[in-house]
T-cell receptor, first 111, second 114 residues
Framework: AQSVTQPDIHITVSEGASLELRCNYSYGATPYLFWYVQSPGQGLQLLLKYFSGDTLVQGIKGFEAEFKRSQSSFNLRKPSVHWSDAAEYFCAVKPGNQFYFGTGTSLTVIP | DTAVSQTPKYLVTQMGNDKSIKCEQNLGHDTMYWYKQDSKKFLKIMFSYNNKELIINETVPNRFSPKSPDKAHLNLHINSLELGDSAVYFC?????????????FGPGTRLTVL
């Protein structure tokens, strides 16, 4: 079955530490890939997206993500986390004209 | 100059009532969507309209009826509300319905059915 998996339901990191959020997908072909962030009480904001080409994509707020075809993964990274990064992060895939979202990873940042 | 706006932000109502949520986008996009986010934060698409025509209609009870009076608006009407309808409903829009069209989300409407 087609799916998007975010294995980590909740992650806690210290401010200034590095961050990696995992995303794996299961589709027949490489879909278009996205990361969104949802701050408390807010809608979803696009962080970055991958369609083709360079497998390392840069996004807003200092985030980047790397597409690894062999692992069917699109992990989100940030070298140094800020307290304002505390939010819910959603990976999404678009194999056709429809988005499918993962179940999200909640990020807590401690001082 | 909010790109995708929804009203109301919060909606508390009794079971059995009928309610509507409105969505407007000022991005000039052709395609609009409704998503439901449940208590576990799972996001699932409900409907999509492209140029006022329904193009995606997932398995949603027919108590839910979307209406698109024009390209910039997509409203969601819910009849005979049930407890299980409690969720956050997100509207989104995209330039078109193509593969590369990114979706932009509204702030959400938190619906609580008592």
């Amino acid at each position: 079955a087609q799916s998007v998996t975010q294995p980590d339901i909740h992650i806690t990191v210290s401010e200034g530490a590095s961050l990696e959020l995992r995303c794996n997908y299961s589709y027949g072909a490489t879909p278009y890939l996205f990361w969104y962030v949802q701050s408390p009480g807010q809608g979803l904001q696009l962080l970055l997206k991958y369609f083709s080409g360079d497998t390392l994509v840069q996004g807003i707020k200092g985030f980047e993500a790397e597409f690894k075809r062999s692992q069917s993964s699109f992990n989100l990274r940030k070298p140094s986390v800020h307290w304002s990064d505390a939010a819910e992060y959603f990976c999404a895939v678009k194999p056709g004209n429809q988005f499918y979202f993962g179940t999200g990873t909640s990020l807590t940042v401690i001082p | 100059d909010t790109a995708v706006s929804q009203t109301p932000k919060y909606l508390v109502t009794q079971m059995g009532n009928d309610k509507s949520i409105k969505c407007e986008q000022n991005l000039g996009h052709d395609t609009m969507y409704w998503y439901k986010q449940d208590s576990k934060k799972f996001l699932k698409i409900m409907f999509s309209y492209n140029n006022k025509e329904l193009i995606i209609n997932e398995t949603v009870p027919n108590r839910f009826s979307p209406k698109s009076p024009d390209k910039a608006h997509l409203n969601l009407h819910i009849n005979s509300l049930e407890l299980g309808d409690s969720a956050v409903y997100f509207c989104a829009s995209s330039p078109g319905a193509g593969l590369r069209d990114t979706q932009y989300f509204g702030p959400g409407t938190r619906l609580t059915v008592l």
